[in-house]
DNA sequence: TAAGATTGAAAGATCAATCTTA
DNA sequence: TAAGATTGATCTTTCAATCTTA
């Protein structure tokens, strides 16, 4: 192991970014089941495929949505369950299978979308000024890359 | 609901902010298991032990290392079975009780500390300038309070 | 009654093995 | 053989109810 090491606060940032992240995406998630809506992991599901145009291959939309493979293949079972999806074989690679959203889906998608949406106005993006926001898209950018 | 939604922008940074903390985070995961040392979540606990000076009630503890109460109990039933934490209830107040780190708990640390901050230097650290620390610093203290 | 913590039952996530098509 | 995806078995997390002490 190379035993570079962060400083102490670069370490300490690294902890107040887990801080964030947890008590922000807790929050979040408490919101739409308090209020009925499909939970976080159904919600960010079907923004991805919204956002796709309507539909995924499943390998894709696990990138996409932050959830490892074999996870998804039984929350999109949940899903297709609740007829928020339909799973389709695609016809180019029949390896390949998309995940679709219904009618059910947008639906539901529409219905908890201003709560959501206002959860991450008042815990995150309210707080962020203009110079905040150019410096975390420097910041973020690196560390996705 | 109140309708006020985040701009396009700060949405962006949001998703952003998830897609970056999920690839860390995996990956550091990711780094311990390979390696054979405790799991991310044991480190976590075994951290926040340590830099408390060795013991925690179990609420504190719970808010520290981002776990919630009931899946801390069985986190520390399982740090207690490799003998890494004991718990021991408090004589001030009955009702609590401390996780306390053990030798081998603090061994474990030891062993598992070097690859896991060579892993938060190279995903995370390394790509911080001074002027990013500061800007996270700004954010990251308002994301929290 | 309430705070601190744990537990049984249930839900969700993960690994390794498997299935299907390329 | 490998890519895309799912599945059985297992592990982990979570909720609601419970236990203990204040």
């Known amino acids: 192991v190379p035993r570079r090491r962060p ?12 801080t964030a ?16 809506h499909v939970s976080l992991v159904f919600y960010d599901v079907l923004i991805q495929l919204q956002q796709a145009g309507g539909k995924l291959r499943m ?28 799973r389709k074989r695609s016809d ?3 390896r390949s299978i998309y995940a679709c959203i219904t009618p059910t889906g947008r639906a539901a998608l529409r219905a908890a979308a201003p709560l959501h949406l206002y959860g991450v106005q008042r815990l995150f993006a309210q707080h962020l000024t ?5 410096a975390l898209q420097r910041v973020l950018a690196k560390l996705v890359s």
């Open 7 to 18: 400083d102490r606060e670069r370490l300490d940032v690294w902890q107040q970014f887990l």
């Open 21 to 36: 992240h947890a008590r922000i995406t807790d929050e979040l998630a408490d919101d739409l089941v308090q209020a009925g």
């Open 59 to 86: 390998s894709d939309l696990s990138e996409l949505a932050l959830i490892a493979r074999s996870s998804l293949s039984r929350v999109v079972d949940r899903m297709e369950n609740e007829r928020l999806v339909v």
């Open 92 to 94: 180019d690679d029949r």
């Open 130 to 134: 203009d110079t905040d926001v150019v």
